[in-house]
């Protein structure tokens, strides 16, 4: 058996004894599942819906199923480097061009829960990631970015899309940050807990939209409306994320799964 | 929900509705369709000027042609009977029944329902109602100044809002919020305010939603699931749903169609029809004077160029209420078309006035309720489309779209 052959055998023995745990770090997909709520100028995002086909029924005695449907950013879902502007010209930018390599890689969590309940429009920036390094290590390159806000634990409340009258508050990066993460850090993406990788009021920053601006123009991914990130470890954890291959597609709703290492 | 429900035996068998005989000839459909529209119509030979009723294919006096033609309403009791014993069904849930004859001042002696507070010798008006089988029937009420609702028989014809349990299905809109006001404000016993999604913290401080006898429920009628939890959520009786939802945006068919919008519209205005007309029908059933009042716009009888997407949803939605209304007729439940122009909103702040004020929708849906009337035309631009659809619907579309 060589190296790899063992390797490969020893993670599903892993897997399948528990040494590894895979943690499902989806939100489940529901019509009631809140979608990002853009100014009135703009097209919205359409929620998921379920229509039964058949149900053991007259319709199809022994099957069930539904038709589905929804915006490629609806629930847990995956942005790819053609969703922004910025990204538009990036090689492999849609999701049905994905590297398959693309659908495993490390993660690094870096815990901003405190900081988000103390201010609903945390701002994650250059300093706090400078510091978050001396006080936890360096963020090694290739890595996903999670943002723990536990913003998750406010799914079914109003107080996850957080509208008010003057928009959505919600935490999330400054310019500075993302370009410390993809130019000094290498990171393979951002993902998150919040219904956007941008925090809630990022359309009035000097630079607005940095994650999306930043991470897609330089090929990067974005995932959000994660869920569980408070069960990952800080270093160590690794996440299987794979969007749907759709033909030109901009993102799409998918399974993230974690696998984290039990001692 | 809370509301104060009747008390009802629960081993009671299920208690069944009847509705009238519906069978009519046509020139009696012919009746009704006018009836339908709130108007006091009879028929007038073209030759002779006789006017005749009940409907009949040719003049009773000189076989001439008859045309409709709307008529004075007032007349004169000219004797009444009480009917006690009946082999009909429905009626046979209603005794006693009165009835009576009345001279009404276009002409003809008609058979008509008969208010309690008439006798013989009174002036009387005439109301052309339409019957819980759907066909046109003539009730005479006094010519003033009486409470209509006490009379049994006249519940019969209309839809009380007192103290009865409504659901407005969009109640975030200008439109949806006037009815909830309105229905509240007409004493509904309950008004149970939808609220589609994204729900805001702002909803728990409005002052419509605070109202008295006013609840908000998490309700999307593009959401087949949301309507049905709706529906679990309300629970118990309900008696009126009132359906504001519609979803008003510009856009042509091949310039600047605007797809996602398009699909929107018959998302609301069709499917959604669909999805709260297939889940609350069968529990206005159960009531004995259920309602569906559908509010809708007028572009549905033509469409329009530079609202093409919303104008065909509402066409749809007009064709889904006419099979709907077939539908409910053995169940007698009300199905009502409330026709509105531009309406004073933040939909329409792109056209100019005349447009139609929220309340005075809403103030129409109760008045149809109140009157039992199947068609409103709700302000100048509807009243004026329906009109010209009814006289040349050819040259109406034509000009419409020009």
């Known amino acids: 058996m060589t190296a790899a052959q063992s390797l490969v055998a020893d993670l599903a023995t892993a897997i399948a004894t528990g040494s590894v745990e895979i943690v499902d770090l989806t939100n489940v997909l529901s019509p009631d599942f809140p979608v990002i709520v853009l100014p009135s100028e703009f097209g919205q995002c359409e929620p998921f819906r379920m229509e039964t086909v058949s149900r053991y029924d007259g319709s199809g005695p ?43 890689h490390p993660v690094v969590v870096i815990d901003i829960a405190a900081e988000a309940a103390q201010d609903e429009d945390f701002i994650v920036t250059r300093p706090f990631l400078e510091a978050w390094e001396r006080a936890n290590g360096p963020i090694p390159p290739r890595h996903w970015i999670f943002l723990r806000s536990d913003w998750s634990k406010r799914v079914g409340t109003l107080s996850y899309l957080n509208l008010r009258d003057d928009g959505a508050h919600s935490p999330g990066p400054d310019a500075d940050a993302m370009r ?84 | 929900m809370t509301a104060t429900r009747e008390k009802r035996d629960p081993l009671a068998r299920k208690r069944l509705r009847h509705v009238p005989m519906g069978l009519r000839s046509r020139a009696m459909h012919a009746l009704s369709a006018r009836a339908a529209q709130g108007r006091f119509v009879l028929q007038a030979c073209t030759e002779c000027g006789n006017v005749t009723y009940p409907p009949r294919d040719a003049c009773p006096q000189c076989w001439g042609e008859l045309s409709w033609q709307d008529q004075p309403d007032g007349g004169q009791v000219l004797c009444e009977t009480t009917v006690r014993v009946s082999t009909d069904l429905y009626f046979r849930d209603h005794m006693p029944w009165r009835m009576g004859k009345v001279l009404l001042n276009a002409g003809p002696v008609a058979l008509v329902h008969l208010h309690a507070a008439l006798h013989p010798g009174d002036q009387t008006v005439v109301r052309m109602m339409i019957d819980r089988g759907g066909n046109a029937a003539l009730f005479a009420i006094p010519a003033e100044g009486t409470d209509l609702m006490s009379d049994p028989q006249w519940r019969e014809f209309v839809v009380p809002v007192e103290g009865r349990i409504a659901l407005v299905s969009d109640a975030r809109s200008a439109i949806g919020r006037a009815v909830v006001k309105e229905l509240q404000a007409r004493g509904a016993e309950l008004v149970v305010a939808g609220l589609p999604g994204p729900s805001l913290a702002a909803d728990a401080n409005d002052a419509v939603f605070n109202l008295d006898r006013v609840q908000t429920i998490a309700l999307d009628v593009t959401d087949a699931t949301s309507v049905a939890e709706a529906a679990s959520r309300i629970g118990g009786p309900l008696d009126i749903v009132v359906n504001t939802a519609r979803h008003v945006r510009t856009g042509g068919v091949s310039a600047n169609p605007g797809f996602v919008e398009q699909r929107r519209a018959f998302e609301v205005s069709a499917m959604g029809f669909s999805r709260l007309a297939s889940t609350f029908a069968p529990i206005l059933a159960g009531r004995p004077n259920g309602a569906f009042v559908d509010i809708l716009s007028s572009s549905a009888l033509c469409g329009e160029v530079h609202q093409a997407g919303f104008a065909a949803a509402e066409a749809a939605r007009h064709s889904l209420l006419q099979s709907l209304r077939q539908e409910m007729r053995a169940t007698g439940v009300r199905v009502m078309s409330v026709f509105t122009g531009p309406v004073e909103d933040a939909d329409h702040q792109h056209v100019p006035p005349p447009k139609v004020a929220p309340s005075r929708i809403a103030s129409s849906v109760v008045d149809a309720l109140l009157n039992g009337r199947e068609q409103t035309c709700v302000g100048d631009a509807a009243q004026d489309a329906m009109e010209r659809w009814l006289t040349d619907p050819a040259l109406f579309v034509r000009e419409k779209n020009l």
């Open chain 1, 62 to 104: 022994a099957w069930y199923w539904n038709n589905i449907s929804m915006n490629e950013h609806t629930g847990t879902h995956f942005d790819a480097p053609a969703h922004w502007i910025t990204g538009k010209d990036v090689p492999n930018g849609t999701v049905d061009a994905v590297l398959p390599r693309d659908f495993v």
């Open chain 1, 180 to 263: 410390f993460l993809v130019h000094d850090r290498d990171c393979v993406g951002l993902g998150v807990e919040t219904v956007g990788t941008d925090a809630g009021m990022c359309s009035h920053f000097d630079e607005p939209f940095p994650a999306h601006s930043i991470l897609h123009g330089n090929g990067r991914f974005g995932l959000q409306c994660l869920t569980n990130l408070d069960r990952l470890p800080t270093f160590g954890a690794v996440i299987v994320a794979m969007p749907l291959k759709i033909k030109g597609g901009s993102g799409s709703p998918l399974r993230v799964a974690a696998m984290i290492p039990r001692s």
